[in-house]
């Protein structure tokens, strides 16, 4: 399947904002499939090989795992998601950095 660029540049940019997969896509006239397979190939998350020099740290709500908020980790300046964290607790962050 096809898709115009203005049908995947709104996908993209609800894609970071606060939307749902299935907002999105009903929003577009799309599969949730088709917007989540967007996201994955776009946002690479998981563990780096290697933390670049500025890191960018914050929360958000959300409900992963029982947990009312996650930790996104950014990298500001390749404007780029790292990893998302399930939890905020200092022992969870602690963890993940060493």
């Not at 006239?29 to 960018?56: C, D, E, Q, W, Y």
């Not at 959300?62 to 930790?71: C, I, L, P, R, S």
């Not at 950014?74 to 990893?83: A, C, F």
């Amino acid at each position: 399947m096809q898709m115009n660029k203005a049908v995947i540049a709104t996908i993209m940019h609800k894609l970071q904002g606060t939307y749902s997969y299935t907002d999105i896509a009903k929003e577009v006239n799309v599969s949730v499939t088709t917007v989540i397979r967007m996201f994955t190939k776009t946002f690479n998350l998981g563990i780096p090989a290697h933390l670049p020099l500025t890191l960018a740290i914050d929360e958000f709500r959300g409900n992963a795992g029982g947990h009312k908020f996650q930790v996104i980790v950014t990298d500001p300046k390749g404007k780029r998601v790292l990893d998302i964290l399930p939890e905020k607790s200092e022992v969870a962050l602690f963890s993940y950095f060493k």
